[in-house]
């Protein structure tokens, strides 16, 4: 499976290397750490129990922007109530979507710090939220548990014999593509005074929202990028003709 699992400031080595063991168990084993607090560490070989290959494979990065840069879907999990709604998915309905995006290249789940969870930030990264429903009376899951539990589905998932598709003609813009898009769209919205750098309130989190449902692919990317840079254009002759 095309499938990568990522951690984002895990402070405990031991449950990096539970994560490790819970992702060869169901046959995944592409991991990344984003700035883990120690690793390696022994503490995480000894928790791996033998799924050693996965931590010397792992990817050290030091932002989640660089352990997603290839990526086309990403679901990023998450207990918390959000001021801006986000896409929400149970862990099948995730399994069986990350399963499905795979197929047009690298999708990731990513998983935040023990204690605080993905940041706004984080999220803003990603196409849909994982929330795995728990005992509200006692909802707290370690970070291997939340992990085991997706990684089961997306075993099961992998079985499921699905019909033809329709397929695109392009493949979907990646994460990295994505955010030179968004870099080029707050540049052009603060240019024309639409975006104000001093009150931005949530407007380029909303916009982000509004692009990740859309999903565009390489060349609705490329078509977007293009009126931005046609708008940068005019906003410049209009310029230089008020100069003369």
């Avoid at 095309?2 to 592409?30: E, Q, Y």
């Avoid at 840069?69 to 001021?83: E, I, L, P, Y």
């Amino acid at each position: 499976m095309s499938i990568r699992i990522v951690l984002v400031g895990t402070t405990h080595p031991g449950n990096i290397g539970a994560v490790a063991r819970a992702m060869k168990n169901m046959g995944l084993h592409d991991l990344a750490l984003v700035n883990p607090r120690h690793f390696p560490h022994e503490d995480a070989t000894a928790r791996a129990s033998g799924a050693t290959d996965v931590l010397d494979d792992a990817v050290v990065v030091t932002s989640l922007a660089d352990a997603l840069t290839d990526c086309v879907f990403v679901a990023g999990a998450s207990a918390r109530s959000r001021a801006i709604s986000w896409p929400t998915m149970g862990p099948r309905d995730c399994a069986e979507q990350l399963i499905k995006e795979s197929s047009a290249g690298k999708v990731a789940a990513v998983f935040g710090p023990e204690k605080s969870g993905l940041h706004n930030d984080d999220l803003d990264l990603c196409h849909t939220l994982l929330s795995i429903p728990t005992n509200p009376e006692f909802s707290s899951l370690n970070l291997a548990m939340a992990v085991q539990v997706l990684t089961y589905e997306l075993r099961v998932a992998s079985t499921l014999n699905d019909g033809p598709e329709f397929e695109s003609e392009a493949a979907p813009a990646s994460g990295e593509e994505m955010e030179h898009f968004f870099t080029h769209l707050e540049k052009v919205l603060r240019d024309i005074r639409f975006l104000d750098p001093e009150n931005p309130r949530h407007l380029m989190r909303r916009l982000r929202r509004l692009f990740v449902r859309a999903r565009p692919d390489k060349n609705e990317a490329n078509i977007l990028r293009g009126i931005l840079t046609a708008v940068d254009r005019h906003g410049s002759e209009r310029k230089d003709t008020a100069d003369e």
